[in-house]
């Protein structure tokens, strides 16, 4: 079990002043699973993205990434150093692409690293010399690659901009994989999406996990998804986890619906909370 | 209406318009990442002019200023690669330092980085009118006419020719090379990018750079051009240079050239056809009406105000 691990948290704790906004976090998260992080609104959880992609510096614990050369400490990391030296990448609850440039472009600069160690600052790329144009050659069978799996091939060149929201939210998460991470952060990647979207959602990062063998740390408020893709699922509710386990034994925890629906003694939920949960009314 | 007189201010607009233009450039480009008018970009351009004028006078020392494309390219490298150090100075003290800082407190240190760099030359080259001896000589008589014979000297056609090349090459640069791809990208989301891997610190340094690569051009060319320089010529050029990005619409390269070309020509054709001395009236006449009737340019895109 232990060498699987793609992502260890342990003792993260991130207080800003007085505000204890995550309190002493552990948890992994494997390779090829997809790892949900969910919770009431200020539970912290993009705070958690924002300490595993240098946003923020953790106030205490241990961020360890095992990549596929070896574990890397997280925290000591900061940047641009991030996706080259630790193989995180992110996409962002409200979307950011550059939306000034093309579908393909906005995949080739996820690429710039690669590019920029063989462009011998700019100069080889201006003259299309022999190892720059190999290594642009490389990036862009990279990025067909996943415009086909984001199904965005036709579109290459469109303005991102132009592109229909679900279409930027499937170009953001290819975007993210041409950085070539090892660890894929989803910040409410099915905010804002149709059911037939988020179904389409559902389909590519299943895709990316059993494909790509990599962990997916997924925040999300969108139940449906959460329940059929994730393998795990973390609960924290005031930067505290309260539960930690498969989609099942989560939904059942009564931690956690105390946490979701506040202290109650009426064991009935309402009805389209119930629905929400994906719990049958009638079997509680 | 005499042509031979409207052709020869033709040319005279185009060439200096060419030299503001590649100074307008470096404007353009700095506002383009980072949002901030880099206000010593001015000085830059006249250290640009000192460093040719050093260089050639080494040659000069040296012996081998009698071959006269040798020193040429000499003066160009050398001015090139001294000044863009000074590029990446100005970032480097003026702007990095105060990254994420209000927007004011980085205007104020270019401003004074600007002061700096002018006092600077001022004492170590001395506060006097730096003559250059003229290297390019002789030129083309297009037209002769009754009065008046239109002239294109060599000098112009260098200054218009290498303008375009290296418009065409640095066009090329930002739209082709990763290089390019990572500014453009910065330009839009600086965090996005560096979370992509881009590193946005040298990125921004390279901008500066660039900028400070083509005002060393502008710089050479004007002391070829005129044959005088002294330390105060930054100020005016950089004022106009900047107009003429304004006028382009600011952040857009064929805007610059754009806006560096009509500012060249106006200033031109002023001088040629009404008074001389109010020139420069009418040039910063075209900015005040810039800015009240299309702020965002002639090529720029207006900014949406998102809500």
Redesign the interface.
Known sequence: MTDNVQLEVEHLTMRFGGLVAIDDLSFTARKGEITAIIGPNGAGKTTVFNCL?GFYVPTEGRLTLYANDGPRLLERSE??R???NNGV??T?QNI?L????TVL?NL???Q??A??EA?A??LA??FNLGRYAKA?KQALETAKFWLNKVGLYEQADWNAGNLPYGSQRRLEIA?AMC?NPSLLCLDEPAAGLNPRESAELNVLLQSIRDDQGIGLLLIEHDMSVVMKISDHVIVLDYGKKIADGDPEAVKNDPAVIRAYLGEDDDDELPPEVAADLHLDPKAT | MDWAYFLQQLINGLTLGAIYGLIAIGYTMVYGIIGMINFAHGEIYMIGAFHSLITFLICQAAGISGILPLTLLLMLFVSMILTSIYGWGVERVAYRPLRGSFRLAALISAIGMSIFLQNFVQISQGARVKPMQPLIEGGITLMRSPNFDVQLSYMQIIIILLTFVLMV?FS??IA???????Q??C???R??????????DRTIS?TFVMGAALASVAGMMVTLYYGVIDFYIGFLAGVKAFTAAVLGGIGSLPGAMLGGLLIGLIEAFWSGYLTIEYKDVATFGILVLVLIFRPWGLLGKPEVEKV
């Open positions: 992609t940047g641009f991030i996706p080259r990448a992110r962002f950011r550059f939306t000034g440039m472009e080739i600069v996820a710039h690293n590019l920029m462009s600052f700019s790329g201006l642009e975007r950085v | 090459v090329t640069l082709k090379t990763s290089l390019g791809r990572a453009r990208a330009e839009q989301d965090t996005m990018a560096g979370l992509l891997g881009v590193n946005v390279t």
